[in-house]
């Protein structure tokens, strides 16, 4: 199975800053590459998708790039709303299977 | 705004087994599958299994084969998960999540768009 890599584990910065989190494949995984934010005590929730597809009603600052084995989410002028863990999680060959998240924290 | 609604946290024995519940509310399966995905403290995610309730057709992943079963009832647009010779690496919130497409033909192949509140089960003596 695909093994899906995240880094870095833990990302500190201000709120109204960039974070860049990155997503590492073992093998490629075409654009078939999604983007969750879980907030604590919450199940996660849809982000991106299609690796650079916004889901329904998620804002623009948030923004995926990325093909084949490395993948990028980008997240511009943070929020308070924002520091959260992200899982990136590969869907092209089965099963599905997630990173180990990333935090984002202040 | 359909809504998956998980059954409450559970304090299983060791050995026992858990089925814990996922009703659709607002909304009907159609052909979309539900999958389970489990979050152990301190792990990431890792699916476990889905089914596909319009035809009954089920995958589980390879780390959970012969220990897990999952079930559905179309009628009532209820899907089970049931997870039998529990051990204590089994404490987790058990997730359950409709995959985006809907299309019928994957089950685990696919993001999740639609998630369930999690469901905490403990197993301890």
């Known amino acids: 199975e695909r093994v899906m890599t995240q880094s870095p584990a833990t990302l500190s910065v201000s709120p109204g800053e960039r974070a860049t989190l990155s997503c590492r494949a073992s093998q490629s995984v075409s654009s078939n590459l999604a983007w969750y934010q879980q907030k604590p005590g919450q199940a996660p929730s849809l982000l991106i998708f299609?690796?650079?597809s916004r889901a329904t009603d998620i804002p623009a600052r948030f923004s995926g790039t990325g093909y084949g084995t490395e993948f990028t989410l980008s997240i511009s002028s943070l929020q308070s709303d924002d520091f959260a863990v992200y899982y990136c999680?590969?869907?092209?060959?089965?099963?599905?299977?997630f990173g180990g998240g990333t935090k984002v924290e202040i | 705004q359909m809504q998956l609604e998980q059954s409450g946290a559970e304090v299983k024995k060791p050995g026992s087994s858990v089925r814990v519940s996922c009703k659709a509310s607002?909304?009907?399966?159609?052909?979309?599958?539900i999958n389970w995905v489990r979050q152990a403290p301190g792990h990431g995610l890792e699916w476990m299994g889905g089914i596909i309730p319009m035809y009954g057709t089920t995958k589980y992943a390879q780390n959970f084969q012969g220990r897990v079963t999952v079930t559905a009832d179309a009628s009532t647009s209820t899907a089970y998960m049931e997870l039998s010779g529990l051990r204590s690496e089994d404490t987790a919130v058990y997730y359950c999540a409709r995959d985006f497409l809907g299309l019928g033909v994957s089950i685990g192949e696919d993001a999740f768009d639609l998630w369930g509140q999690g469901t905490k089960v403990t197993v301890s003596s």
């Open positions: 607002g909304g009907t399966f159609d052909t979309y599958s």
């Open positions: 299609g690796a650079s």
């Open positions: 999680q590969q869907y092209d060959t089965w099963p599905a299977t």
